[in-house]
């Protein structure tokens, strides 16, 4: 049974509309990947390139040769790489009669289902569950056994079908509605961010990249969160302060990480979190170095960000897990290891000057209006003070905006302030 340690025998089902074969090594390494967090271990492939078939997805003739084999070596679970319509899983259900039948959706629902630890991630995991087992309910075979959490069984009568339909889209509706108090939770904190002028830094990557690793380490002082050497170790989003090496504060985030065609149904479920991006003054897109898809893994999270919408956002390209790598180094990036801090303060002296691209402002404050003062010191950089008969003349260094609100409020100008000439 899945989670007691043992590992089912699978098979690989690839369908191929490419004769790229580094293309097909990738996707066949990654969906190997992803099984071993479902305790599957994939001990062979079949591949066909060819148009999808609307029946078996495989032509008829070589998925009769991919029944004989699952008989044969008595494969307990039978995956495609794609998405399998609901016709084709009940098609594919009654051919395997002796095995699961999973396709890449429903492998990566199943890793987030297990991965969700918070109650935002568990609505965003059973909503996408739930979209993408509605439509597939008239079969009621293997994937509600997998998937449907003790819903139904085989072959129920059609009153009980039209319950669970009308159970499963009032289950929807609800968890699409506690969606939308998450959304509006987190539209107020940014919000509030965005009025007390901290700016936020917003990690991306690819999933098991180490993002939430670099947030440990840049974010030294806070709170932990979970980071781990395996695909989705977190997917709920975290905010931590970053402090920046001039003393000024930005918020850093971490968003649930990328894969290659992510399922729509879990970017729809996951929109409250990614929303963090839309946020963010700049992206740092963290890369495995290690990974021999480095260069393929790097282009896809370039390709979701695009996506998006994300793609004109200012970004810091990271490679991390330098202390694990050995080869040419890449030059159109910082090069760090988050585990060991290898070049973490240069990291954070590149997110200040792309965070804060600094003018410079004189100003004469007068004494009474110091106090107002004091709440500039760690969005602003001081770089001289001189004290003169009707005040501090200060030089300050820092953001655009930043430099107007510190002259409307610690100006001659400002409510309380003093006119002189100058």
Not at 81 to 101: I, Y
Not at 212 to 226: D, I, Y
Not at 271 to 291: K, M, N, P, Y
Not at 316 to 327: E, Q, R
Request: aromatic residues 6%; glycine residues 8%; neutral net charge.
């Amino acid at each position: 049974m899945p989670g007691d340690g043992s590992l089912k025998k699978g098979l690989i089902c690839y369908l191929s509309l490419t004769e790229d074969r580094d293309e097909i090594a990738y996707d066949l390494a990654e969906l190997r990947e992803l099984l071993k967090n479902i305790e599957i271990a994939a001990v062979g492939e079949v591949i066909q390139r060819r148009q999808p078939d609307p029946n078996y997805l495989f032509g008829e003739g070589k998925i009769n040769q991919v029944k004989e084999e699952v008989e044969r070596e008595g494969i307990e679970a039978v995956v495609f790489n794609r998405e399998l319509s609901p016709r084709q899983v009940k098609r594919l259900e009654d051919l395997f009669t002796t095995a699961e039948v999973w396709d890449r959706t429903q492998v990566i629902l199943e890793i987030f289902r297990r991965r969700a630890q918070s109650r935002e991630g568990k609505i965003q995991v059973e909503l996408a569950r739930l979209t993408y087992l509605y439509p597939r309910i008239m079969g009621l075979g293997g994937v509600l056994s997998r998937l449907g959490g003790g819903i139904g069984t085989r072959g129920p009568g059609e009153t009980k079908l039209e319950i669970l339909r009308r159970s499963i889209r009032e289950q929807i509706y609800e968890l699409r509605k506690g969606l939308a108090a998450v959304q509006k939770d987190r539209a107020l904190l940014r919000k509030l961010r965005v009025e007390e002028g901290i700016p936020t830094v917003s990690l991306v990557g690819y999933t098991n990249a180490g993002k939430s690793t670099l947030l440990n380490a840049l974010a030294a002082s806070e709170k932990k969160v979970l980071a781990q050497d395996q695909l989705f170790a977190t997917l709920d989003p975290v905010s931590r302060r970053l402090r920046l090496p001039s003393g000024r504060l930005a918020t850093l985030t971490d968003t649930v990480g990328f894969i290659k065609e992510l399922p729509p149904r879990l970017k729809e479920a996951f929109r409250a979190t990614l929303e963090e991006l839309f946020e963010a003054g700049l992206l740092v897109h963290v890369c495995d170095l290690t990974s021999p898809y480095l260069e393929e893994q790097a282009a896809q999270v370039e390709k979701l960000l695009g996506e998006l919408g994300l793609g004109g956002k200012p970004v810091i390209k990271v490679y991390n897990k330098a202390d694990l790598y050995t080869g040419p180094l890449p030059a159109d990036g910082e090069v760090i290891s988050a585990l060991t801090g290898a070049n973490l303060d240069r990291l954070l002296e590149r997110i200040e000057e792309m965070l804060f691209p600094e003018a410079e402002l004189t100003l004469v404050v007068s004494f009474d209006r110091l106090g107002a003062v004091s709440r500039f010191r760690e969005r602003l950089r001081f770089t001289r003070e001189e004290y003169l008969p009707q005040g501090v003349r200060l030089t300050v260094r820092g953001r655009t905006a930043d430099l107007e609100k510190f002259k409307a409020q610690c100006g001659p100008d400002s409510p309380g302030g003093r006119r002189w000439e100058r």
